[in-house]
């Protein structure tokens, strides 16, 4: 039923067409055409107003009333370099001129999704309510998922098509992460002739540092600073110092705790030395954590034994829109499409991974 060469023609077709976060414009044309031929009722909605970008997230609804409501979604923007992508069928790999990214990442989930559509529409099977969302700047913070909203058209579960890996992979488990930018804010004075009436912000920082949690914090929780910047001159006492901290867990009270200790630390630790602080570290997304009895992995082993393809549940580091969507309340499952060194100019992907992933989401959408 899944016709390969229009998958990878489909595939080619949107991975020429550039699409950095933000300005996902021409791609989401493409996208507008391809769901409104193939039937689907398709909105626009106000992601790329709220977000100072030229699209937004674009939304189509295969209609199926009083039936079950699935999402399906992928992202459309890519990271850099992808201004310009040349795309090389090389046997049963897709790869770059080594310019650019690929973009499978995750145009690949796109284009299975959209053969998916294509076989529905051309078998005419009958499936539950099919709700599709290509995002917008998934890259750069889940803005389109987060600007997304979800309960206007209430899925009763998703699946995400946004993790590398071969299909048969979910990703089960996410981690809340938090990240932001540390400031101790000193005072300078010449470092030769009046040291005494500076605060050096290095030494504040250092000792605030010996105190906090770092590195791997339990089985669940890490966390880091990952770079550092502050002073001018050698002979100026440090007024200052930049510090970019990041923490993840899997469990949400952890990281709300694990945060307020932190800041704990350095509001007395400024306080001891008459420095002062200023920190922006904030939760950027929530985790969650799927359990391996629900229904939903049932539904995707269902599919996945009927195609005697192997399932693996795995916990990932990062975060995706399915992040968002979990939180917003809506089960889905991040989903392996075959993309492989995602976010490098030597990504690829394979047409057989592409071509089983979209195997996979007929079954879906088949049911029993
Ligand atoms: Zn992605």
């Not at 791609?27 to 391809?34: E, R, S, T």
């Not at 009046?194 to 089985?219: C, F, M, Q, Y």
């Not at 929780?221 to 001018?232: L, P, Q």
């Not at 705790?257 to 602080?277: D, H, P, R, Y």
Request: charged share 25%; hydrophobic share 40%.
């Amino acid at each position: 039923m899944i016709n390969e060469q229009r998958l990878v023609e489909n595939f080619l077709d949107m991975v020429k067409i550039s699409s950095p976060s933000l300005k996902e414009r021409e791609v989401g044309d493409y996208l507008i055409n391809v769901l409104r031929e193939l039937g689907l009722e398709v909105i626009e909605d106000n992601a790329g107003k709220m977000n100072n970008g030229n699209c937004g997230n674009i939304i189509g609804i295969l209609k199926s009333p009083g039936k079950k409501k699935v999402l399906f979604s992928a992202h459309m923007d890519t990271v850099s370099p992808c201004d310009k992508i040349t795309p090389i069928v090389e046997g049963r790999v897709i790869k770059t001129d080594g310019t650019s990214v690929l973009g499978g990442d995750d145009k690949g989930g796109i284009a299975s999704i959209i053969e998916m559509l294509r076989v529905i529409k051309e078998n005419n099977i009958e499936h539950p309510e099919i709700i599709v969302v290509f995002s917008i700047a998934e890259e750069i913070g889940l803005l389109g998922a987060k600007s997304f909203e979800i309960e206007k058209y209430q899925p009763d579960c998703g699946f995400i098509l946004d993790s590398s890996g071969k299909p048969g992979v979910a990703i089960v488990k996410a981690p809340y992460a938090a990240k932001g930018k540390i400031t101790i804010i000193g005072k300078p004075a010449h470092a030769g002739i009046s040291p005494e009436n500076g605060i050096n912000a290095l030494t504040v920082a250092a000792h605030a540092i010996t105190k906090i949690k770092l590195g791997r914090i339990d089985k669940e929780t890490t966390s880091n600073i990952g770079t550092v910047k502050g002073g001018s001159a050698v002979n100026i006492v440090m007024p200052s110092i930049e510090m970019m901290y990041e923490a993840r867990s899997l469990s949400g009270d952890t990281l709300k705790n694990l945060l307020a200790e932190t800041m704990e630390i350095f509001e007395s630790t400024v306080k001891e030395f008459g420095a002062e602080f200023k920190s922006d570290v904030e939760i950027g997304y929530d985790g969650f954590i799927i359990s391996e009895d629900s229904p939903l992995i049932a539904e995707f082993k269902r599919a996945c034994d009927k195609l005697g393809v192997e399932v693996k549940t795995l916990p990932s580091g990062g975060g995706s829109d399915t992040n968002v969507y979990n939180s917003k309340g809506v089960p889905c499952l991040n989903l392996a499409v075959g993309m492989s060194k995602v976010h490098t100019t030597e990504e690829f992907i394979v047409i057989d991974d592409m071509v089983d992933m979209a195997k996979i989401l007929v079954e879906i959408v088949k049911g029993n």
